[in-house]
């Protein structure tokens, strides 16, 4: 390309950008949406990561890899709602500073786009119809009924995947999108094609369910031991493939890291070899090592701390790929998402942050704190006072919220 | 810079872009209402079992939470960010509108959308595993923030018809944006329906109780929150009506059908019979007829409210200042944004749009038909399906046989000076008018088959020229380096 069509390129990026402009600085929801995405990328991993289990677990007569199936599912199902909840997030703050980018891959795939929710209905009703087949037998050592089902899931689990995919990555091809919008010399208002992919990158994130599920194998063995009912035996077993799987999972995701950086778009530079590029395949081939130091024997402490790790991995990597998105949108195309127009709104940003750290930090730290506690407890879990006052703070705290919305409400409203 | 911020055009042939909008957003609309009447009876159930020590009611809860996880929170959770993926590929400056206005909006409702996601897996799974004042305040918790999600979005949904105060023009802000008149009366009257679901939908469940004296008990208690729900719904919806803007009142009066009102009617009627019924005789309350009327009474009740509603702020989509198809037809000193009128009014649609192809950037002989079907895709296509079937066909509006030379007056008369109240004034060169009447007459006359035809000829042409042209250049090169 020579600088009078980069010069097109980076116009029209430009002259996409919605006039509305945004209410606070950019860099808080690039930050945001990096954040997001890797909270949102590990739980499609743990989602992946525990179906190929639960599908292991029912295809293989070991009395151990069906219980572990079987206890897998469960964490599939709420992995699977939780990777959409928190995917919201980046899907909203993408939308905010990339909206040039974004909207016009999605136009030019939309049949794709709409495809996505239908699939993504059909896989985890697909695996709800395996659960209610399944889940209340009591022996989980029997051969589960209705398999067909939880391939299903699976399969369609990883062709939204592929979907998003293909998405984000026309993002990274401005200078391509006229040529897509134009088939065979007519224009092409169909949005039925895929028009970028790189198969190395998906294969990567879809490895990295191997590293992530050993975590939470790890973790898995952890958290169950302390109930009385625990069966060290099997729990020991599970965290031992969860160990293997964090070490040899990580080996292979660095490998395909490699394989998506040899293969990058000449429009991003020397990104593969720059301190970003390098960084996130040093943080996957670090989980390696960090499991081969930290986890050994009964390392009780370290077993909590391998879910967190993967995070912190995932971080690294998330915070990589929006440096390589800059590195040729800004690097190549000189397009800055920086100087974004600002319509400061304080009321609206503070309320989100506030609304974020007390509403937020208050009730989840009730809720998962009795989601824990009832889990490690045979029979009917009954909270302490403290427990208990928390419960009342975080009715009070969003009850505050509501009022406050009234309040301001109706002053604007009387106004 | 004569660009303006126009996406490329998505054309759904068979039922219409705006179709497909519509039946994810009412799907969503049917299940994301549902769950939050439901969050906030769960709260009351659970809070009588902890008051009255009941295991029934928990029970209840449970079965009802369990069917709602399944249905309503797995399909209203996809296609809650679904309506973002539909309007992202049908609408991408109406929805852009309202996320750069309101982003930190949506990030706040997502607070509470992951406790709901998280409080509904405790209700369902809990129940029998915690005491039941645990699990009345995680109920409790888990009602309020689900009221909290619809309190956000409901502002961000008035927006689209109308910004809360008329002083956002002028002034900007998100306050004045969010909160009005029209706000609080829509929020009145979805506060109303999600009830009047939580009703309906409550029946499936109830279907399921074996115990007839708990059925019976049950069955009254949804039924008195169906019936009081759908009368005050019916009042809300008088009291929207006199929030939206006139023009809205206009459209209503001119564009709905004429059965409209009376199809509100009986089905407003028929629901309020149905819970009579079921509440004077709840044996016959079973799965497939309530089921069926779920169906029957959701899907009846909510389409023509969601219609009118989509009909009657047109020709904007967005603050009263997005035209339905994307461009920016009004100023809003406030946000610092100009009307994009202008601009096209002096370069033209096609000089103005980012996506043009270069070989259509103005309007010759040679392209006719192609820069009006452009032209129609980015004018037309939001509102008016150009194939056979879709939204409010195009060929609908012209008698046939209609001479190119009267659409093309129509065009200049009509559209390009936005003297049509409910749709969009839509600028154009002389050239443009001409190559977009060209377009649809042939659209009208062949219909999709004959402009195919006459882009497949123009395209030839082209190619056929461009390659003379090339040959011809190639002779003049070899004629220079021999020196002739």
Known sequence: MDAQQVAQVTEMMYALRNPAGIPTFPIIFIGLGVLTFALHILFVQLMLGTSAITLYGAFNNNAYWRRLGAAMLEIAKVSVSV????????????????????????????????????????????????????????????????????????????????????LTSQILHPELWKEWYMQNGKLDYSGTQLHAYNIWRYAFFISMAIPVTGAMLVTYRRFKSVREDADHDYLNWAAEVGKKWIKVGSVISTVLYVAWMATLPETAGNFATSVWGILGGVAVIGYALWAQLRLKGEARFCSYMALPMALVIGLVVAISREMLRYD?????????????????????????????????????????????????????????????????LSIWIVALWIVQFFVVGFYVWAQ | MDLISLYPTWYEPTV??????????????????????????????????????????????????????????????????????STTVASPNGIGALIHSFVWKWATEWVFFVIEVVGVYMIVYLVGRVDKRTHMKISVIFGMASLATMLIIVGILSFMMVPGKEQWFADGGYLNGFYGTNTFAQLGMRMAFMFTMTAVVGGIVIAGIKDPAFKKEMARKLGWLGIISTLIGASM?????????????????????????????????????????????????????????????????????????????????????????????????????????????????????????????????????????????????????????????????????????????????????????????????????????????????????????AIDTEIEQRERALAEQKAQDTVAAVDLQEGK
């Open chain 1, 328 to 392: 040729i949108l800004n690097g190549f195309f000189n397009y800055n998402f920086m100087d974004y127009k600002i319509v400061m709104d304080w009321y609206s940003t503070g309320l989100f942050f506030l609304t974020f750290a007390i509403v937020g930090g208050v009730v989840l730290s009730y809720f998962l704190t009795i989601a824990w506690k009832s889990g490690q407890t045979v029979g009917v879990y009954t909270p302490g006072a403290t427990v208990n006052k928390l419960g009342t």
């Open chain 2, 237 to 453: 919806f008088q009291w929207y009506l006199t929030s939206v803007p006139d023009q809205a009142l206009l459209v209503m009066e001119n564009r709905l059908p004429d059965y409209f009102q009376s199809s509100i009617m009986i089905v407003l009627a028929g629901t309020l019979a149905y819970f009579i019924i079921t509440m004077l005789r709840p044996q016959m309350i079973v799965q497939g007829f309530a089921g069926a009327m779920t169906i029957i009474i959701l899907v009846a009740g909510l389409w023509p409210e969601e219609t009118a509603r989509e009909s009657m702020r047109k020709p904007w989509v967005a603050g009263q200042y997005v035209y339905s198809n994307q461009v920016i037809g009004k100023d809003v000193p406030g946000m610092d944004i100009k009307s994009q009128l202008p601009t096209i009014e002096k370069v033209g649609i096609l000089q103005a749009h980012p996506f043009t192809p270069d070989h259509l950037k103005e309007v010759n002989d040679g392209n006719k038909i192609q820069a009006g079907e452009f032209i129609a895709m980015t004018y037309c296509s939001n509102c008016h399906s150009p194939s056979e079937t879709g939204i409010r066909p195009l060929h609908r509006y012209f008698p046939e046989g209609v001479s190119q030379e009267r659409v093309a007056q129509y065009v200049k008369g009509v559209l390009t000076t936005g003297n049509i109240a409910y749709m969009p004034k839509m600028p154009m060169l002389d050239s443009e008018a001409e190559a977009l009447a060209a377009y649809l007459v042939l659209n009208n006359d062949g219909g999709q088959a004959a402009v195919t035809a």
């Open chain 2, 16 to 85: 219409g872009s705006g179709w497909v909008v519509a039946l994810i957003a009412t799907f969503h609309v049917l299940a994301s209402h549902t769950s939050v009447g439901a969050a906030m009876l769960f709260a009351y159930l659970s809070h009588k079992a902890y008051r009255e020590d009941r295991e029934d009611l928990l029970d209840f809860v449970k079965k009802y939470g369990l069917f709602l996880l399944v249905f309503t929170y797995v399909a209203g959770s996809i296609t809650g960010p679904g309506i973002w993926y």
């Open chain 1, 83 to 166: 990777a959409i909840v928190v995917g919201v997030a980046p899907l909203l703050f993408v939308q905010v500073v990339y909206d040039p980018h974004w909207y016009t891959s999605n136009v030019l795939s939309a049949d794709w786009v709409i495809a996505f929710i239908v699939i993504l209905i059909l896989a985890y009703w697909a695996m709800y119809y395996y659960y209610f087949q399944n889940g209340k037998n009591q022996d989980k050592t029997v051969q589960p009924k209705s398999r067909w089902s939880m391939i299903t899931s699976l399969i369609l689990m990883l062709v939204v995947g592929f979907i998003m995919h293909s």
